[in-house]
């Protein structure tokens, strides 16, 4: 089986990690392996290479993403750890455990990888080529697994070309994941709770903290890999601007702000107390890294409301508009 020239497959020696460190620090994806499933990783800190990510996967939504980082020691600077997280912590990682904190204000991971959320998840993970593509990028790296949306977790390098060959830039290649599942979710913000069951058993997770532990019922059984119920919608605390959202609009009311996309912008459009443009090149790529963190700073600016230019539904859009139509559904 050879690959594309687009995809390139390397066997994960010292100098195939090297190669990738390169690739994530220039905004590509590297596919790599981990104790649980093969990841598709790309630099959390950077908001286009997160969209690119989301991009290549065809996800319909922006699900919030695990951040992995090569130590606790690092994990602590990106999440807000209690005692109940940090007793987890310190029993199972490196390990197939990933815990949901709250987001330190400085924690410099894109608001895109944490689907524009005050949590975090995040993971070290127990798997030398991982941990040394971690230490040697010197940041933290997000990952879902290597799949297309919808589709089985990978196992092998093989699964992951089956899926995204031609879509992402390097696959790192170790052989099969050892542990084969994803990792097990906790939620530690407030009582523990499990929001996905994975490589770690919950007992080993009870005896830990000595009590046991609620499960999050999930509100759909999705085949594949388990992504859907988690998605951004379904969780209590998903981010919502307080200002009121108009979508689709063709002109500006006074006392609006604008969130404007592409080149032409709508009439009255100076009249906007301020206006931001996702991408004035009209590229969706560029506007899915730019949503949350402009969305954050119209809502702060104490508009009437934020009005919305049409954005266009193929590609990323699909998953923009997803988004902005949680954000302006009315709220209870
Ligand atoms: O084993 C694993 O966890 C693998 C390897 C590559 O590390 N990664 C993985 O990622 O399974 P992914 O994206 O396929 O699944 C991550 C799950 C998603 O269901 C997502 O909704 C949930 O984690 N998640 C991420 N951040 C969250 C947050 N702040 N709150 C709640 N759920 C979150
Ligand atoms: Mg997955």
């Given at each position: ?36 499933v ?26 919030p ?26 029993a ?32 070290v ?12 990028f ?7 697994s290597?799949?297309?949306s ?9 699964h ?15 052989g ?6 994803e ?12 929001l ?18 609620a ?16 998605a951004?919608?379904?969780?209590a605390?998903?981010y ?31 009249r ?17 890294a730019?949503?949350f ?31 902005l ?8």
């Amino acid at each position: 089986m050879t690959a594309e020239p687009s995809t390139r497959v390397m066997t994960a020696t010292a100098a195939a990690i090297t190669e990738a460190v390169r690739c994530l620090m220039a905004g590509g994806l590297v596919a790599f392996p981990t104790e649980t499933v093969y990841g598709l990783g790309a630099d959390a800190t950077n908001g286009t290479a997160v969209a690119r990510l989301y991009h290549a996967k065809g996800r319909p939504a922006f699900n919030p993403l695990i951040s992995h980082v090569p130590d606790a020691a690092t994990a602590h600077r990106l999440g807000a750890f209690d005692s109940a997280a940090t007793q987890l912590a310190e029993a199972f990682w490196p390990g197939p455990l990933t815990l949901v904190l709250p987001r330190l204000p400085s924690c410099p991971v894109a608001e895109l990888a944490t689907a524009g959320l005050d949590t975090i998840a995040l993971r070290v993970p127990n798997h030398g080529v991982a941990r040394d593509l971690l230490a040697e990028f010197g940041r933290p790296i997000v990952a879902p697994s290597a799949n297309r949306s919808g589709h089985v977790s990978p196992t092998t390098a093989p699964h992951v070309l089956a899926d995204l060959r031609g879509r992402i830039d390097l696959v790192l290649d170790d052989g099969p994941a050892p542990v084969g599942i994803e990792s097990t979710i906790v939620a530690c913000l407030g009582e523990p709770i499990i929001l996905r069951p994975g490589g770690l058993p919950r007992a080993k997770l009870e005896c830990v903290l000595g009590q046991s532990l609620a499960d999050r019922t999930p509100l759909s059984e999705e085949p594949g890999d388990g992504e859907a119920p988690l998605a951004p919608g379904q969780l209590a605390s998903h981010y919502a601007p307080s200002t009121p959202l108009r979508l689709n609009v063709r002109s500006i009311e006074a006392g609006e702000v604008l969130l404007a996309f592409g080149p032409s912008v709508p009439p009255g459009a100076e009249r906007a107390a301020r206006m931001m443009n996702l991408s004035p090149g009209g590229d969706l790529i560029e506007a899915a890294a730019n949503l949350f963190a402009y969305l954050r700073t119209l809502d702060a600016a104490g508009a009437t409301a934020i009005a919305v230019t049409r954005i266009p539904d193929d590609g990323l859009g699909d998953a923009i508009n997803d988004r902005l139509r949680r954000a302006a559904a009315p709220r209870a």
